[in-house]
């Protein structure tokens, strides 16, 4: 069964990697993430996040999936074998279906959205439900970016102006139900991949392309493997810093107050470098000798909004979530 399979690989990798540290006597917060040093997120979280707790914790990140796959951090966390990770709402729709509500393209519309949506009452039944049955607390979201279209071909070779362009494209999207699911919603032919494995796979032709922010194609160095981006914003995405809940309640209220706190600035100041990276880097890529471009965004919007609506994904939605969310944004 796949949870077998999981715990297999789960404890292998624990047993390889995760080697308790007995130093001092502070809580170790080992995280683990596909993110590499260089990201943004990990910036904030090793600058503000780690001496934020300092005094009671050791933040002992891994980067680059080392200590856990991709997708199987919430399963460790949930089992005792990890204590922090930053997990994606498509990740948590593999357990709780209704959060693929915060996975459906053309929904959030900017950062303060998101802010505004997750400090919002609406997402209180979700957090708390995570939190009752998975065992891990979401501390604070962080601001992934504006994701795009990022392809192999020229310009000359495929141009993207509607879905229709991206019939038969082979696209890289991450490997969850969700992504499959954005991936065939934009036309193209989803194909589920580790993030670690994105730039061989372009390099080598495996796939023709992958989806994801600018700060992103430029820390994983996509635009030395990729000739064009259409920038079809198809989901403001996001991410959460989750917490273990059994560490979380094994503190004292002001450690947790601390760890909430070094999560809120560690969250903000990520919020702030990505946004100004996002509107910085076009230039940067277009020097790279990367095309890019507006696609028809009305097209795609209205093709991936039908998609979802007619999707049993929508099924899952609780009653008014999607109307409070279009009610915070602008
Ligand atoms: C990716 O695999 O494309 C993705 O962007 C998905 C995100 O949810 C997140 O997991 C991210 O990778 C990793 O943090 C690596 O940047």
Redesign the pocket.
């Given at each position: 069964t796949r949870r077998a399979v999981l715990a297999l690989s789960v404890g292998v990798a624990a047993s390889f990697s995760a080697l308790p540290s007995f130093a001092e006597d502070k809580i170790v917060l080992r995280l683990s993430?596909?993110?590499s040093e260089t990201?943004q997120r990990a910036i904030a979280l090793t600058e503000q996040f780690g001496p934020g707790v300092s005094s009671f914790a050791t933040f002992e990140p891994h980067w680059n999936a080392t200590l856990f796959k991709?997708n199987t951090e919430l399963e460790a966390i949930a089992r005792g074998n990890l204590e922090m990770s930053?997990t994606?709402a498509?990740e948590l729709a593999q357990f709780f279906p209704e959060w693929s509500i915060f996975t459906a393209g053309y929904v959030l519309q900017d950062a303060d959205h998101q802010v505004a949506v997750f400090n919002d009452a609406v997402m209180d039944p979700f957090k708390q439900k995570v939190e009752e049955e998975l065992g891990v607390k979401l501390l604070a979201p962080m601001y992934?970016g504006r994701r795009h279209v990022n392809l192999r071909q020229s310009r000359d070779e495929v141009d993207v102006r509607t879905p229709a362009d991206l019939a038969g494209i082979n696209l890289r999207m991450?490997g969850t139900d969700a992504w499959q699911f954005l991936g065939k919603a934009l036309g193209a032919n989803p194909t589920p991949m580790a993030?670690t494995e994105v730039y061989t796979a372009l390099q080598t032709g495996a796939v023709d392309g992958q989806d994801?922010p600018l700060p992103?194609v430029v820390d994983a160095k996509f635009y030395e493997v990729t000739k064009q981006i259409a920038l079809t914003s198809h989901l403001v995405?996001w991410?959460f810093i989750a917490l273990s809940k059994a560490v979380w309640e094994d503190l004292s209220p002001e450690q947790q107050q601390a760890v909430q706190s070094a999560a809120d600035a560690a969250a903000k100041a990520e919020r702030e470098a990505q946004l100004k990276k996002e509107a910085d880097l076009r230039g940067f890529l277009e020097q790279k000798g990367l095309a890019i471009y507006e696609p028809d965004l009305d097209s795609f919007r209205s093709h991936v909004q039908k998609a979802y609506l007619e999707s049993d994904f929508a099924n899952d939605w609780p009653a008014g979530v999607l109307e409070r969310i279009n009610e915070l944004g602008h």
């Amino acid at each position: 069964t796949r949870r077998a399979v999981l715990a297999l690989s789960v404890g292998v990798a624990a047993s390889f990697s995760a080697l308790p540290s007995f130093a001092e006597d502070k809580i170790v917060l080992r995280l683990s993430s596909p993110m590499s040093e260089t990201d943004q997120r990990a910036i904030a979280l090793t600058e503000q996040f780690g001496p934020g707790v300092s005094s009671f914790a050791t933040f002992e990140p891994h980067w680059n999936a080392t200590l856990f796959k991709q997708n199987t951090e919430l399963e460790a966390i949930a089992r005792g074998n990890l204590e922090m990770s930053v997990t994606s709402a498509q990740e948590l729709a593999q357990f709780f279906p209704e959060w693929s509500i915060f996975t459906a393209g053309y929904v959030l519309q900017d950062a303060d959205h998101q802010v505004a949506v997750f400090n919002d009452a609406v997402m209180d039944p979700f957090k708390q439900k995570v939190e009752e049955e998975l065992g891990v607390k979401l501390l604070a979201p962080m601001y992934l970016g504006r994701r795009h279209v990022n392809l192999r071909q020229s310009r000359d070779e495929v141009d993207v102006r509607t879905p229709a362009d991206l019939a038969g494209i082979n696209l890289r999207m991450p490997g969850t139900d969700a992504w499959q699911f954005l991936g065939k919603a934009l036309g193209a032919n989803p194909t589920p991949m580790a993030f670690t494995e994105v730039y061989t796979a372009l390099q080598t032709g495996a796939v023709d392309g992958q989806d994801n922010p600018l700060p992103t194609v430029v820390d994983a160095k996509f635009y030395e493997v990729t000739k064009q981006i259409a920038l079809t914003s198809h989901l403001v995405d996001w991410n959460f810093i989750a917490l273990s809940k059994a560490v979380w309640e094994d503190l004292s209220p002001e450690q947790q107050q601390a760890v909430q706190s070094a999560a809120d600035a560690a969250a903000k100041a990520e919020r702030e470098a990505q946004l100004k990276k996002e509107a910085d880097l076009r230039g940067f890529l277009e020097q790279k000798g990367l095309a890019i471009y507006e696609p028809d965004l009305d097209s795609f919007r209205s093709h991936v909004q039908k998609a979802y609506l007619e999707s049993d994904f929508a099924n899952d939605w609780p009653a008014g979530v999607l109307e409070r969310i279009n009610e915070l944004g602008h």
